[in-house]
């Protein structure tokens, strides 16, 4: 009898048992070092980058850390954050006295290592020995050196955290879905009431596990498990929140969706293009893969992966439907590229739930040390990219810097009870925080987000979450002051309305519209420094 066939029967039976253990570990250490190159050039290439959206958490995180409660402006409980798990993060943090930017991309950057551990931990936990090096090769080729998602962990806002535990429960409910388990799928349902707490659209995975819990047991009862453990964390914080912002849904719900749904289809379908045809391109090799599984694999085609593939189908069809996003770095994209890649390393591995395949004994380690090299060849390409929305994540978001210069002259030089209306919800009114603010986009205002048959007279209403505004409410609560456009303001002007390349939004059109506008208000322009000037409307004192 051979040795190959006397040898350890959980080893592959490959030439000799010497060969087959050292060039997975020679070939892998290798890779694991490229990825770690790709990785740590990523983080450094984007380390200036913060978005100005994450002032509006870090401003409500810095209210709830005052008294005043998770709110915007004081006495006004409106909720104009998306993650609530995000904020009481940000909130906890604050005794460490870092400033709380430090503390963001802190929240950030340990998301994304932790997606790395992850992965490790989901490799050698889950499955044979001969397949772990492989596996987690693949899947941190092709996650850990996302640019998106490196981006983001510096940008300040929930992506990598959502990333992180929208991939926690996907990739174990594929691995526990085929299961008799009543405490594995009461853990899923806990953890899919976290992923909820972190962005509110995740109920959308969470009713596809429902609905894949009855069709693989045929029985409500794994379903109804799942339920409870996602109520258990869920439905507390659901009706705190609905008792003390008196709203089921999140203001920022109906800010965003004004814009009129073929206009929303359109920009979404334009977001998902954008995004297949910039390197790596990772969804046009997730759907190679999925084809080839769909018509070559019958075998692996299993209930997990037709979960699996669900998961990736709603996903998809929720961003198209939303319009998609104007924030740099394909915010709303990445945290569906674990579920891209779960789908790539299935046509590679037998990721059988019980992790002892039989076919796993046997399998050539060439097309996944081939898929391994090409997806570390195209993360390569990501530093050449010219693709507008990631050459802007490799630099501090210039409204974030225009809106902390044009917020600390505010706080330093604006009376304590001024009343300020401004579309920059972020920076502007975070670096003024002894002032009350009117956010004219909508975002913490439930007025303007709940405004109806919304006109669309400027040409950056088109943008997601740009769309609403009310010159005449606005008006109406008589600000001290008024920016028009940008963070650091613009003269209004009627025209204003069919410039590209001006920052101009609806509140802003109405309220030039308003006859009375410059009887009420004066002009006033001041110098910050030789290459910035804020623009702003004061309010006259005989009215």
Same mark, same amino acid.
């Given at each position: 009898m051979s040795e190959a066939k006397t040898g350890n029967p959980t080893e592959p039976i490959v030439g000799t048992n010497a060969t087959t253990r050292s060039i997975p570990w020679s070939i892998g250490l290798a890779l694991f070092l490229l990825v770690g190159i790709i990785a740590v050039m990523g983080l450094r290439q984007h380390r200036e980058f913060f978005h100005d959206d994450a002032y509006i958490t870090l401003r409500y995180a810095n209210q709830w850390q005052n008294g005043q409660g998770p709110v915007w402006n004081e006495s006004e409980r409106v909720e104009g954050y998306t993650s609530f798990l995000h904020l009481a993060t940000l909130y906890s943090l604050q005794s460490l006295e870092l400033t709380p930017e430090t503390l963001a991309r802190i929240v950030g950057v340990l998301s994304y290592l932790s997606i790395g551990i992850f992965i490790v931990g989901f490799s050698f936990r889950?499955?044979?020995?001969?397949?772990?090096?492989?596996?987690?090769?693949?899947?941190?080729?092709?996650?850990?050196?996302?640019? &998106?998602?490196i981006a983001?962990?510096? +940008?300040?806002?929930?992506?990598? %955290?959502?990333? @992180? !535990?929208?991939?926690?429960?996907? $990739?174990?409910?594929?691995?526990?879905?085929?299961?008799?388990s009543n405490?594995?799928?009461?853990?899923?349902?806990?953890?899919?009431?976290?992923?909820?707490?972190?962005?509110?659209?995740?109920?959308?995975?969470?009713?596809?596990?429902?609905?894949?819990?009855?069709?693989?047991?045929?029985?409500?009862? &794994?379903?109804?498990?799942?339920?409870? +453990?996602?109520?258990?964390?869920? %439905?507390?914080? @659901? !009706?705190?929140?609905?008792?003390? $912002?008196?709203?089921?849904?999140?203001?920022?719900?109906?800010?965003k969706l004004g814009?009129?749904?073929?206009?929303?289809?359109?920009?979404?379908?334009?977001?998902?293009?954008?995004?297949?045809r910039t390197a790596p391109w990772l969804p046009l090799v997730a759907i190679g893969c999925w084809l080839y599984t769909l018509f070559k694999q019958p075998d692996r085609r299993t209930a997990a992966w037709y979960s699996l593939s669900a998961h990736c189908l709603i996903g998809v069809?929720?961003?198209?439907?939303?319009?998609?996003?104007?924030?740099?770095?394909?915010?709303?994209?990445t945290p569906l590229l674990p579920v891209f890649t779960l789908l790539i390393a299935y046509t590679l591995f037998p990721i059988d739930p019980e992790g002892n395949s039989d076919d796993s004994k046997s399998l050539s380690l060439t097309p996944a040390m081939v898929m391994v090299s090409l997806l570390l060849s195209l993360s390569f390409l990501q530093f050449l990219s010219a693709d507008e929305r990631m050459l802007n994540a490799r630099q501090a978001d210039p409204a974030g810097a225009t809106g902390k210069k044009i917020g600390t002259y505010i706080s330093t030089h604006f009376p304590d009870d001024s009343l300020i209306a401004t579309n920059s919800a972020g920076a502007v009114a975070f670096f003024a925080p002894q002032k009350q603010f009117i956010d004219m986009l909508g975002l913490n205002d439930r007025q303007i987000a709940k405004r109806e048959n919304v006109p669309m007279l400027t040409y950056?209403?088109?943008?997601?979450?740009?769309?609403?505004?009310?010159?005449?409410?606005?008006?109406?609560?008589?600000?001290?002051?008024?920016?028009?456009?940008?963070?650091q303001g613009t003269v209004g002007k009627i025209e204003n309305k069919n410039r590209q390349n001006l920052v101009w939004f609806l509140s802003d059109q109405e309220i030039v519209e308003q006859t009375d506008f410059l009887q009420r208000y004066e002009l006033k322009q001041v110098q910050i420094h030789d290459t910035l000037t804020f623009t702003y409307y004061q309010r006259k004192q005989s009215h």
């Open positions: 889950f499955h044979t020995t001969y397949l772990r090096i492989p596996l987690a090769l693949v899947l941190m080729a092709s996650i850990m050196t996302s640019f &998106p998602l983001w962990s510096w +940008g300040g806002l929930e992506t990598s %955290l959502y990333t @992180f !535990l929208l991939m926690v429960c996907i $990739y174990l409910f594929t691995i526990w879905c085929s299961r008799q405490s594995k799928h009461l853990t899923l349902g806990i953890l899919f009431g976290l992923t909820v707490m972190t962005r509110p659209e995740a109920v959308l995975f969470v009713a596809v596990s429902i609905l894949a819990l009855w069709a693989i047991h045929r029985s409500f009862k &794994p379903s109804l498990i799942l339920v409870l +453990g996602f109520c258990l964390i869920y %439905l507390p914080y @659901f !009706l705190w929140r609905w008792n003390y $912002y008196g709203e089921p849904l999140p203001n920022t719900y109906y800010a814009t009129p749904l073929y206009k929303r289809l359109q920009d979404g379908f334009y977001y998902l293009h954008t995004f297949v069809i929720y961003i198209v439907w939303t319009g998609g996003d104007h924030m740099p770095a394909y915010r709303f994209w950056w209403q088109q943008f997601p979450g740009h769309s609403k505004g009310d010159g005449r409410y606005v008006i109406s609560r008589e600000p001290d002051y008024i920016i028009l456009g940008p963070a």
